[in-house]
């Protein structure tokens, strides 16, 4: 189900994954900053499993990315897309 907020919640998990990845545009970015956003991409954070789920996305598919864009060093913000059909 798509709701107006949804684009502030895919900006949310980007942000997160550029942070997780080392690629954040923030002059304050450290590696405690990195190390929370990886922290954060998991199956049994709730924040992260409602977002996930608002989005109508599985959190295990989530994961899977950052660990597909990690591995293969990409910009992944381009590649980052959610289906809004409703």
Known sequence: MYIPETQLYVEIISQAMRDALGLSGDPQYNQFVKSQARAWFDVNDPDFIYICHLMGMEPKSVI???????????????????????
């Open 64 to 86: 899977k990315t950052l660990q597909k864009f990690s591995k293969e060093k990409k910009n992944f913000v381009r590649n980052f897309k959610i289906d809004r059909k409703n």
